[in-house]
């Protein structure tokens, strides 16, 4: 096995939350409330049905090719052609997706923060951290989601309590104002960022307890849900149904003013957050150098960390010309894109293997194996 | 031998952050002009529209030092401030062309007041709104207000009782809750005014007085309100008028209501101090009739008395005394909604809003034609309930024989 260390299932936890997370709080609520005005708040909660379908053919793949990675299962039932043909794809997609992220954080701290610093510095610099992640293992990478996490989730929950004062409540009325469609076309990008939780098919064989990687990551799926709701209604109670903006969280952070003093914190918020890119960016990165990996039959991960960082670093200054096309794509190609790799291709494979009833005996390793097959 | 290696790249790690970190785009607060107030006007020149741009920037040294030094009485103590104006065809242009004329770079991220000239405020604001939320070191806390005359010569009013001149009116605008007859205003609340149908803008209106006449002392005012229909500046409001739209938007704080006095109408008036409002608007429709409802809840105590001997604590006289103070309200309220309704056509009290939210099939048919033809026709009801809880230090009024 190319990797030898094992999470526990509160760290796949984290490690689900920053992936989706890492960016989404960012960028969703001014997409979210694009089609759904005054709604934003209840657009996550269409998009959660996507994250929940997508855990669901994860899982259910996992349970019937137990301690085998997507890659893996992938050959095992479409055959060595067709499968070595996808496993590129999928790859494809995970350094693609990944060059976006990249590009989102890196598009932000130039628009917000430092202007007259080239976009490269931050491209390389984040690349570079989440490259010493994935070197350093899918066990460190969970030990810091798990430490990372409260401070994280802690931030993001404290901005809406400080902006309580200038909330406007009645802004979310009239709920539903033009009917359940803008809702749900508004939970249609954020859906595609929801799937982002497919990457459990790389991780799933090395989890301490596989068969309950679903429970897992079904709740991190919910508290994602909440957290991106309680944003969404704190923006639209304070800027109102049409915020207009490019980040409305940091905007809201930057609105914070309680008792004269407890002012200008967005720079604290976006130290807290760049972490949680890091970490995102790290669980897609070591995504597709594990899947290089193994599609290849390379002997150990870590030979290809740098050629796919240094991909990953041009990739991201040669995808856009320029912050417009970047939201453009992300609000029109991506709920389309993303959940072709993240539940239409899982889920035809599914149906392949039950039709084909092509199951993996459970791995020799474990000491019990009856435990992973889990209940069918 | 592992500890000392983990310990040695430690080392070596903490060196190259401390070598690395904060030298690119880093800003040395001496080459900073840190703005603390910013007029925007539209002038003419050479029969060209261009924008004029002021910044008002603290020196900091001079702002430390400046008690200490203005204590030795020196004839030639410098002002802890300096004003300076540019100008270009865009606002950012103008802001830009700030290095023409200064040595150091303008940081805008700690501007108090956007002060916007009466000329640009009658053509429209929306340029300087969009310049704010696009720009990123502004905040949309950065207070807004509208100058009767040009922004520019507010800035170089002298500062009060602060050192610099944004400082002091930021501060008087949040101290002139004591009053309610003006009021702060936040970016982030004008803009969304400006976005909302249902609701037009209005900004806090200063007044520079360069020279005293009738009795007025010179110097920077307050004074009623901006209003505002799209983001074309129509009229003004008087500070009664202004206390009139803040009983109904919730923003009255505190303040005195001058009453009349029972029993003698006419006469000398007892003044009340406004200790608790709220608000609330409800839109109801009845017979195919668009009806607001305001009702306002407020409650005072009664500040002095120049009538002598009347006792304050006589049921009767009580009972009356919350008559006339409702009514006064009532009176500052109705000349609000008279300006607003018949004068200016614009929804300055966000009551298309409170349509929206309760009818939000009527609206979608009114709001096209909201200002123009249903909001200055609408049939407003004003409720006041007005209660007098303390009466102050004294019983009866005081009464010279």
């Given amino acids: 096995m190319l990797e030898g260390g094992r999470i526990s299932n509160r760290q796949l936890i984290f490690l689900m939350l920053f992936t989706v997370l890492g960016t989404a709080n960012m960028f969703l609520p001014a997409l979210a409330a694009e089609h759904a005005k005054q709604d934003a708040w209840l657009s996550p909660f269409f998009s959660m049905l996507e994250g929940l379908w997508v855990v669901f053919i994860i899982t259910e793949l996992g349970r019937r090719f137990p301690g085998k990675t997507l890659i893996e299962y992938l050959r095992l039932i479409t055959g060595p052609v067709l499968g070595t043909g996808l496993g590129c794809l999928f790859i494809f997609w995970m350094i693609h997706t990944n060059a976006i992220i990249i590009r989102e954080f890196a598009e932000l701290i130039v628009t917000t923060m430092m202007p007259e610093t080239p976009i490269i510095i931050f491209l390389a610099t984040i690349t570079f951290t989440a490259a010493l992640l994935v070197r350093a293992g899918l066990e460190v990478m969970g030990r810091t989601a798990e430490f990372l996490s409260p401070i994280f989730l802690g931030t993001f929950v404290l901005i809406p309590l400080l902006v309580g004062e200038i909330m406007k409540p009645e802004n979310l009325l009239p709920i539903l104002e033009k009917g359940i469609k803008p809702v749900i076309a508004g939970g249609l990008a954020p859906g595609g960022w929801f799937g982002e939780v497919a990457l459990l098919g790389m991780l799933l064989p090395y989890l301490r307890e596989p068969h309950k990687g679903r429970q897992a990551v079904a709740l991190a799926v919910g508290v994602i849900t909440v957290n991106l709701s309680v944003t969404g209604f704190a923006v639209t109670a304070v800027f109102g149904p049409e915020p207009n903006l490019m980040f409305p969280f940091l905007t809201l952070a930057q609105n914070i003013r309680v008792a004269e003093f407890l002012e200008r914190i967005e720079s604290l918020i976006l130290v807290v957050w760049v972490a949680g890119v890091a970490v995102k960016i790290a669980v897609f990165y070591y995504a597709a150098v594990l899947a290089t990996a193994q599609l290849t039959g390379v002997k150990d991960y870590r030979c290809v960390v740098t050629p796919i960082g240094v991909i990953l670093t041009v990739l991201a200054i040669i995808i856009y010309d320029n912050i417009m096309e970047l939201v453009n794509f992300v609000a029109r190609i991506w709920p389309f894109y993303g959940p072709t790799f993240e539940w239409v291709i899982p889920a035809l494979l599914l149906v392949v293997a039950i039709v084909t009833r092509k199951k993996s005996p459970p791995p020799p390793e474990d000491p019990d194996p009856e435990r992973n097959v889990g209940t069918h | ?401």
């Fill in chain 2, 1 to 401: 031998m592992v500890r000392r290696l983990v310990v040695i790249n430690m080392l070596i790690t903490l060196i190259i952050m401390s070598a690395v970190t904060g030298c690119w785009s880093r800003r040395e607060i001496e080459t900073l002009a840190i703005v603390s107030g910013v007029g925007v006007d539209l002038v003419e020149v050479d029969g060209k529209r261009m924008y004029r741009f002021t910044a008002q920037v603290v020196k900091p040294g001079q702002l430390a030092g400046g008690e200490a030094a203005g204590g030795r009485g020196g004839g030639g103590v410098q002002k802890p401030y300096l004003v300076s104006s540019t100008l270009g065809k865009t606002i950012w242009e103008a802001e830009r062309n700030f290095t023409t004329q200064t040595s150091r770079k303008m940081f805008l991220s700690h501007t108090e007041v956007v002060v916007i000239g009466e000329k640009l405020a009658r053509e429209g604001i929306q340029p300087v709104l969009e310049f704010i939320q696009r720009k990123h070191d502004f905040r949309e806390t950065t207070l807004l207000l509208v100058a009767m005359g040009p922004a520019d010569t507010t800035l170089m009013a002298a500062a009060g009782l602060e050192k610099v001149t944004a400082r002091d009116i930021s501060d008087m605008v949040v101290n002139t809750r004591r009053a309610s007859v003006s009021f702060p205003l936040v970016t982030r609340e004008a803009i969304s005014m400006l976005q909302s149908s249902g609701s037009q803008a209005i900004l806090p209106r200063v007044i520079h007085i360069p020279y005293g006449h009738k009795g007025v002392p010179t110097g920077l005012r307050l004074n009623g309100a901006a209003v505002f229909k799209k983001d074309k500046l129509v009229g003004w409001l008087t500070p009664e008028e202004t206390r009139g739209w803040m009983w109904v938007t919730k923003r009255v704080v505190s303040g005195v209501v001058p009453i009349p006095v029972p029993g003698k109408p006419g006469e000398n008036r007892i003044s009340t101090e406004i200790s608790r409002a709220t608000a609330s608007i409800t839109p109801s429709i009845k017979n195919g009739r668009l009806v607001i409802k305001v009702k306002i809840n407020e409650e005072g105590g009664v500040g002095e008395i120049p009538a002598p001997g009347l006792d304050p604590t006589e049921p009767e006289v009580v009972q009356q005394m919350e008559q006339f103070l409702a009514e006064a309200i009532r009176r500052e309220v109705l000349a609000a909604l008279r300006r607003a309704q018949e004068e200016y056509r614009s929804d300055i009290f966000g009551f298309g809003d409170t349509v929206h939210r309760a009818y939000p099939k009527v609206w979608k048919k009114m709001e096209k034609r909201w200002n123009e033809e249903f909001f200055p026709n609408l049939e407003v009801r004003v409720e006041v309930e007005a209660s007098i809880r303390r009466v102050g230090m004294s019983g009866k009024a005081l009464s010279p024989k």
